[in-house]
Nanobody
Framework: VQLQASGGGLVQAGGSLRLSCAAS????????IGWFRQAPGKEREAVSC????????YYPDFLKGRFTIARDKTKNTVYLQIDNLRPEDTGVYYC???????????????????WGQGTQVTVSS
């Protein structure tokens, strides 16, 4: 299981980014997959998860409206669109999966998924 995240960078507040996570070694048609982030000095938190067998998404209430998760089956890649970026969105963003989990809600509340490498997002004010 390999997850390669990319697309991070330095953006001004109010801007947008689209993060990508390319999966290899497994098909995104089966397990749930999601995005998590870790801000400096804070614990890692769930941002968004997707149930790939029925396309049910999960977003924490405090993030709804600015984040959108989507999947491209042909590229075995999942994306995270972030709009209206805020300085508090700064952190390392990780994609993660659990081959034994198909529920987006369960994955976003898991503490032991398979982590990919992260991509840094920095939002300037």
């Amino acid at each position: 299981v390999q997850l390669q995240a990319s697309g991070g960078g330095l953006v001004q507040a109010g801007g947008s980014l689209r993060l990508s996570c390319a999966a290899s070694g497994f098909s995104l048609n089966r397990p749930a997959i999601g995005w998590f982030r870790q801000a400096p000095g804070k614990e890692r938190e769930a941002v968004s998860c997707l149930s790939t067998n029925n396309d049910i998404t999960y977003y924490p209430d405090f993030l709804k409206g600015r984040f959108t998760i989507a999947r491209d089956k042909t590229k075995n890649t999942v994306y995270l669109q972030i709009d209206n970026l805020r300085p508090e969105d700064t952190g390392v963003y990780y994609c993660a999966t659990d081959l034994g989990q198909s529920s987006s809600y369960a994955l976003c509340h898991s503490s032991t998924p398979n982590w990919g490498q992260g991509t840094q997002v920095t939002v300037s004010s």
